[in-house]
């Protein structure tokens, strides 16, 4: 059978870049910003950014690529030598890593749909549904999350090229026009500089908090989708033998600079409302588990007059664009799984799934209190960082037949290239485990 594969370079990027822009940026980025002292948190977000998180990205990318073949047995082919049992069951570790992944994401996403609806339907004039709409509740969650998990679903059975390729390569462009817009608005409105300068001047104090440095380290892993082997399978769908290094630099350059500007809207956003007298912050944390931002953004909206709902509509509908993007790359971990080692067809893997998602968001959904934020911080701060410790050990010492991090010849001619292998293979998971230890003392 021959392997569905990205048709360009480009599409990889672009593909790439969708799963890795999505709610992270725009609502994870954001909040943990907020509930992290601001300035410091983007300021330890981008060290970790550059110093691991990207690192970890060629990491997966690079496996994935020289395998061509789904995470699991990418993994298990790479650890042949040493530990094959090992590395096949770290690539199942990445699928469950995904599926938890979904069902908290598809939650998010399905406000988003939601709120897109909701300023629909105020344009069109039914304000009730409207209201409900954008009003937080156990019922919306029921119909919206089941929606958003079949329109992902929809998209990944028709296959990498048709589908993935085709859908990842549109609208992005317009979701950064829309959110530099709205930042030219929003700093002209009161409160929004004391905002500013929350987000953009660090309180140095803060920035070695073990907490911030864990939260910023998760947030810069789930904003790169690394860590549970979305990237590794889109690796696998590229061409043998690219420049991974410069791919995942326009990737990680791309996908910070949406976080960063997200925060530039949403921090003073944040302040503007509680200028206008909302209340925002208990005990310096956003209240809520992260729902406060899409009650402050339909603020904002609304107090640009008929035309903030066309801004709204549009503004939500991007976001749940960006969100299916990411969805079908986590999807697409268990679906080439079960394709390619258990020999079903695309469509009856897809299907099979979502109803795993579907079961499982419905249990976060029926238990929110106790188990949404929970879920989160375990994939984060635990699943994800760990995985790509795994990742670092495979590059640098597991794998070495066909690793050309490892092939002494062409590391004896290339300085760089064996600098490179030794930061990944030594420094990378010491670093990433000075963190941990911090933590955890
Ligand atoms: N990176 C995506 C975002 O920022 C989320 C994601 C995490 C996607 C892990 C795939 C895998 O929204």
Known sequence: MIRDSFHSRIGFVLAAAGSAIGLGNIWGFPTNAANNGGGAFLFVYLIVTFLLALPALYAEIYIGNQAQKNPVSALGEACTENLPRFGRAMGKAGLCGAIMMLSFYTIVAGWMLSHALSSLSALAGFSELSVW???????????????????????????????????????????????????????QQDGAMEGLRTYLIPDFSQVTDPTLVISAMGQAFFSLSIGVGGMMVYGSYMAKDKDIGKLVLSIGALDTFIAFLAGLLIIPALFVAQYAGQQVFANEKLIGEGQLIFQILPTLFSSMGTIGLVVATGFFSLLSIAALTSTISSTEVPVSYLVEEKSMSRRKATWLISAIVFSASMTLIAFFDVLFGFVIRVLTTIVQPLSCLFYFIVVGWLWNRGNKLKDKARLDANKWLSLWGNYLGIACPILLTVVFVNVAF
């Open 133 to 187: 709409l954008a009003t937080d509740n156990t019922t919306r969650n029921l119909v919206f999350t089941p929606i958003f998990i079949i329109l992902g679903a929809s998209i990944v059975h028709q296959g990498v090229h048709g589908g993935i390729e085709k859908w990842s390569s549109r609208l992005m462009p317009l979701l950064l026009l829309m959110l530099i817009g709205l930042i030219i608005y929003i700093l």
